[in-house]
C-alpha cells in the first residue's frame, strides 16, 4: 500500500488532536529508549488525541510492539508492511528514509503534532520545512559539555527548535542547559520526565520481601554497558561473600553493548553473566516479566561510573525499581538528591560493599527506603505523565471560543523595530489557520525597507504597530479606510516628537499595557477614549513556573538597569541593608550594559549616574564580591530558578515584564512605591522605602515557611498575565475589533523586512 492509502488514517473526532509519534529505536530490543517510545504510545492514548506510530523495524519480537497495538486510539504503522519502496522489507529505517515517509503520511493527512525522538530523525523533520509549528521532538543524544558542540550541531539544532512548537526536555538539568546551549528553545522546552507503569505503584510487599535473614538479593535489569558497571556488577556477590556477607545477583536483559574502545568487553560481560559465582543471568523478558522478576528482591542497581553523574538523563530502571518498592542502589548525584532527599541510605560513591554490607545486617533499613523511593517517584507515574501532556497540549492551542473560526483567511502584518514584547501575540497570531502574518521588522527605531512595507501595506487586512513610534507615523498616514489599524503604545513613546504626525484618526485602537497609561495616552494625544484599550504584557507563566534551587532565598535579582530611572542605585542600597544581616546575600542583574545603548549612553546626566553606580561597587567592599553581572538572554526561566526575589525599583514604568516574569517563577517581587504600580501588581508586595523594603526581604530570607507563603501568592497572581488570557484579548481585538475573549487557534507564519 503507498502513502496515499493513509488519507484514511485520522482522528475520527475531530474534537480529538491527531499526533503521528516515531522514535528512532527498534522494539526488538528491550531498553530504555524502546521503553520510551511504548510508555509514550500509552500515555497519549490517555490524552484527548488519536495517535498514529509509526515503527522503525519489522517486528520479530512483539513484546512491546503488541502492547501499543492494544492501545485504544493507537494505530500502528509498519512501513515493511504498509509502504511500498524498493528496498529489503527487512531493512530498519534510517533517520533520512524515516522523515521523508513521515513526512509523506502527514501530507496524506495533516497530523496536528508530530512527536519524534532521537536527534538525526528530527534534524532530517526540520530540515523538510514540511512540519514547522507542529514538530514536538524530544531531544536526546545532546553533546553533555559546550566544549563538545560544533558549530554545525549547533546551527542544525538552532534549525530544530526554530521549527518547533514545542521541545520535550527529560529534567530540569537538561530543559536548562538546552535554553542555554540554543537560546531559541527559551520558551519552548517542557518537561517529559521518563514514565512508569502505574501498576507498579500497586505493590506494597515489602514487609514480606525484606526478609531479616537469608542471601541478600539484588537485580539488575536492562542493557549490559561499561558505563553502567555491569561487569563489576558481576563481583560484587563473590566479594561480600569475603565479607561474610550472603548475596545472589540477578541480570535481567539481553543488549550486550559493545564498546567501540576496547572490543574485549562485551564478550567479557556475556562470560561473567553467564559464570559469575552467585549471579544467575535470566536473560531478555517482556517488561511485565522483567518486572513480576525485579519485585521479588531487595535491592535493584543502578550503580554507573562516574562519568554519567553529570547525565542530563534520568534512568527508567531506578524509576522502576522504586515504584516496585525496590530500593535503588544509586550514585549519589544532585538529580538523585532532589527526588530521594539528601539522607536517602543507598547512596554510594566509593563505599558500594560497605553500603551492601550495611544495610545487609539491618534490613529495616531496606523497607524504609523501600517505601519512601515509592513515594518519591509516584509523579513519573505514566497516569501523571498524560495529565501534565494533556496541559501542555492545551496551552499550545487554546480554545478561544468566542471568536468563530473564518472561512477566509484575515492577512496580518506586524511592524516594528524591537519585538521583545511581542513573542505571545506572535505565537497566538501565528498559530491560527484563519490568520497569515507577516513581520515587517525595522531595523531600528527610524529605519526600515519602504518598498517591503509598502508591499506588506498593499497585502494585509490589519495592521499591528508594536510601538507607537514612527512604524505608526508610517502606516497611520498610508492605511486605507478598509484596513484595521491597531497600535500598541508601551511609554518612552509618549515623549517622542514623532507622536504628533501620527494620525489617530486612522488608527482604530491604541492598546496600552497599563490603566495609569491609558490615561496618559488620552491626554498626551487626544485621543478618543473608546479607541484606547488596556491589555496587559503576556508572559508564559507554565514555563517560568520551575523549582528553585538550593540557596535562591539569599539572591536578589533585577533584570536591566536602562535606562537610569530603573533605579540600579535602589538595588545597592537593599543589598547593603540585607548583607548586613546575611551575608550571603547576592545581587544579580541581568541585561545589557549602558553602554551598549548609545542614545542613552549619550544622554551626560545619565552617563555620569551610571559611572557612580559602578564606581561604588568597585570601591565598596561590602558590594565588590557581591554584585554579579549577567548577560542579556532569553533563557528566563532557566535563570530565575536561582532568583529568590525579584526586583522592580524603577520610579516609573508603563507595566515591568521582569517582576512579572519573576512572580510566575515563585520569586517574590519587590516594588518601591511608583505612579500605578498598585493598579498592575496590587498592594502586597509594594513598599514606601528601601528600608521598608529590606526589613520585609529579611523577615522571609530569615523564615523559609513564611518565604514559601509569599512565594506561591506572588505565582498565584501573576496568572492573570499568563498568555492564553492576553492571547485571547490580542485575538478578540484583531478578529473583531473588542479586546476580549477569543477563539481556537492554529495557523501560518512569514517574516520579511531586514
Not at 552 to 567: A, D, E, M
Not at 732 to 740: D, I, M
Amino acid at each position: 500500500m503507498t502513502v496515499e492509502a493513509y488519507r484514511g488514517v485520522e482522528s475520527t473526532s475531530r474534537a480529538k488532536r491527531s499526533i503521528l509519534l516515531y522514535g528512532d529505536v527498534d522494539l526488538n530490543i528491550i531498553d530504555g529508549s524502546a521503553i520510551w517510545l511504548a510508555s509514550m504510545a500509552e500515555a497519549l492514548s490517555m490524552t484527548n488525541s488519536s495517535v498514529t506510530v509509526l515503527l522503525k523495524a519489522q517486528v520479530t519480537n512483539s513484546r512491546l510492539s503488541k502492547k501499543i497495538e492494544e492501545l485504544p486510539g493507537v494505530t500502528v504503522l509498519k512501513h515493511f508492511e504498509d509502504i511500498s519502496r524498493p528496498h529489503d522489507i527487512k531493512q530498519a529505517l534510517h533517520p533520512r528514509l524515516a522523515a521523508q515517509i513521515l513526512v509523506g503520511i502527514d501530507e496524506a493527512s495533516p497530523f496536528d503534532l508530530i512527536i519524534a525522538r532521537g536527534r538525526s530523525i528530527v534534524i532530517h523533520l526540520a530540515n523538510s520545512g514540511k512540519l514547522n509549528g507542529r514538530l514536538w521532538p524530544y531531544m536526546t543524544d545532546i553533546p553533555d559539555k559546550e566544549g563538545a558542540w560544533s558549530d554545525e550541531l549547533r546551527a542544525q539544532l538552532a534549525r530544530v527548535m526554530g521549527s518547533s512548537r514545542r521541545v520535550f526536555a527529560q529534567t530540569e538539568q537538561s530543559r536548562g542547559y538546552l535554553e542555554s546551549a540554543i537560546p531559541a528553545a527559551s520558551g519552548k522546552v517542557v518537561l517529559l520526565p521518563p514514565m512508569i507503569p502505574d501498576a507498579l505503584f500497586a505493590g506494597g510487599k515489602e514487609t514480606s520481601r525484606v526478609d531479616s535473614s537469608g542471601p541478600l538479593r539484588l537485580v539488575y535489569s536492562g542493557k549490559f554497558a561499561r558505563d553502567w558497571r555491569t561487569l563489576e556488577m558481576c563481583d560484587v556477590p563473590a566479594k561480600l561473600a569475603e565479607r561474610g556477607v550472603e548475596t545472589s545477583l540477578t541480570l535481567i536483559g539481553d543488549k550486550f553493548q559493545d564498546d567501540p574502545k576496547d572490543p574485549k568487553w562485551a564478550p567479557a560481560m556475556r562470560a561473567a553473566a553467564s559464570d559469575s559465582a552467585g549471579v544467575n543471568w535470566l536473560g531478555g523478558h517482556a517488561r511485565e516479566q522483567a518486572l513480576e522478576m525485579v519485585a521479588g528482591h531487595h535491592i535493584g542497581l543502578s550503580w554507573r561510573t562516574a562519568a554519567l553523574d553529570e547525565s542530563l538523563e534520568l534512568s527508567t530502571k531506578l524509576l522502576e525499581y522504586a515504584a516496585l518498592g525496590v530500593p535503588p542502589l544509586i550514585n549519589r548525584t544532585k538529580a538523585h538528591e532532589e527526588i530521594f532527599g539528601e539522607q536517602y541510605p543507598l547512596f554510594v560513591e566509593d563505599n558500594l560493599l560497605e553500603v551492601l554490607e550495611s544495610v545487609s545486617a539491618d534490613r529495616s533499613q531496606l523497607l524504609a527506603a523501600g517505601k519512601a523511593a515509592r513515594e518519591a517517584v509516584r509523579e513519573y507515574s505514566i497516569s501523571r505523565a498524560a495529565q501534565r501532556l494533556e496541559q501542555s497540549f492545551a496551552r499550545s492551542e487554546p480554545n478561544y471560543a468566542t471568536t468563530a473560526r473564518s472561512q477566509t483567511v484575515t492577512r496580518v502584518v506586524l511592524a516594528g523595530h524591537d519585538l521583545k514584547f511581542a513573542g505571545e501575540l506572535i505565537d497566538a497570531l501565528a498559530a491560527r489557520e484563519d490568520l497569515e502574518l507577516r513581520i515587517d521588522k525595522w531595523s531600528t527605531l527610524h529605519t526600515h525597507d519602504g518598498a517591503t512595507s509598502e508591499a506588506l501595506l498593499e497585502w494585509a487586512d490589519v495592521v499591528i504597530c508594536e510601538w507607537a513610534g514612527p512604524n505608526a507615523v508610517y502606516y497611520s498616514q498610508r492605511v486605507r479606510p478598509e484596513q484595521k489599524l491597531l497600535v500598541r503604545l508601551h511609554m518612552f513613546e509618549l515623549s517622542g516628537p514623532w507622536l504628533k504626525d501620527i494620525d489617530f484618526d486612522t488608527v482604530d485602537t491604541v492598546v496600552c499595557v497599563s490603566d495609569l497609561y491609558r490615561d496618559v495616552t488620552i491626554e498626551r494625544t487626544g485621543c478618543a477614549p473608546n479607541k484606547v484599550v488596556v491589555i496587559a504584557n503576556g508572559i508564559d507563566a507554565a514555563d517560568l513556573s520551575r523549582p528553585k534551587v538550593e540557596g535562591s532565598r539569599s539572591r536578589i535579582g533585577i533584570v536591566g538597569i536602562v535606562p537610569i530611572r530603573k533605579r540600579p542605585d535602589r538595588a545597592l542600597d537593599l543589598l547593603e541593608r540585607l548583607s548586613a544581616k546575611n551575608p550571603d546575600t547576592t545581587l544579580h542583574i541581568k541585561g545589557r550594559m549602558p553602554w551598549e545603548y548609545p542614545w542613552e549612553w549619550k544622554k551626560v546626566p545619565q552617563r555620569e549616574l551610571y559611572r557612580e553606580f559602578f564606581s561604588r561597587i568597585g570601591s565598596t567592599p561590602g558590594l565588590r564580591d557581591k554584585v554579579v553581572f549577567e548577560p542579556f538572554g532569553a533563557d528566563m526561566g532557566n535563570w530565575l530558578r536561582k532568583i529568590g526575589f525579584i526586583l522592580s525599583p524603577s520610579s516609573s514604568e508603563s507595566f515591568h515584564l521582569a517582576p512579572a516574569e519573576g512572580m510566575a517563577s515563585g520569586a517574590v517581587p519587590v516594588f518601591w512605591r511608583r505612579p500605578g504600580v498598585e493598579e498592575i501588581f496590587g498592594e502586597e508586595f509594594v513598599h514606601e522605602s528601601t528600608d521598608a523594603a529590606a526589613e520585609h526581604v529579611w523577615a522571609l530570607m530569615d523564615n523559609p515557611s513564611a518565604y514559601e507563603l509569599a512565594s506561591q501568592s506572588a505565582r498565584e497572581f501573576a496568572r492573570r498575565f499568563d498568555s492564553p488570557n492576553v492571547a485571547s484579548s490580542w485575538l478578540s481585538l484583531v478578529l473583531s475589533g473588542s479586546a476580549g475573549p477569543s477563539a481556537e487557534h492554529v495557523g501560518r507564519f512569514a517574516v520579511t523586512g531586514q
